[in-house]
């Protein structure tokens, strides 16, 4: 299937930033829970990741990643999921994250 480019603009992929993140053991596959800031107009939102092959919690603060910012929120158990942070899989399944490669202001926009 093709895309227009209108059609790709409608989603909005952010750069946001990793204020917290903790463990999500009440998700069915391990994940972890993350808060990332978007910056003043987006604010801080949540995010549940099926991240733990490659990243512990701790080590995730601080760091940038790109998210899908106007997809409707998703209760994923206990937890309501707000925006879709982005990864890519590697050759055993695992999830990557896709973040700038150098830092980059909150909210930016992914063109």
């Known amino acids: 299937m093709t895309l227009s480019f209108d059609d790709f603009q409608k989603v909005d992929i952010r ?3 990793v204020t917290h993140a ?3 053991p009440e998700a069915r596959k391990p994940a972890i829970k993350l808060w990332v800031d978007f910056g003043a107009e987006i604010g801080v ?3 549940s990741a099926q991240i733990t092959a490659h990243y512990a919690p701790e080590a995730l603060i601080g760091r ?4 899908v910012v106007n997809f409707p929120p998703r209760q994923i158990g206990p937890f309501m ?5 982005l ?3 590697d050759d055993a ?3 990557s994250l896709i973040a700038p490669d150098h830092s ?8």
């Open 104 to 111: 980059v202001p909150l909210g930016a926009r992914m063109h």
């Open 22 to 24: 903790e463990p999500f």
């Open 81 to 85: 999921s707000e925006v879709l942070v």
């Open 64 to 67: 940038q990643v790109m998210a």
């Open 93 to 95: 399944g695992q999830i």
């Open 45 to 47: 939102k949540k995010s």
């Open 15 to 17: 750069v946001g930033r």
């Open 87 to 89: 990864g890519a899989s």
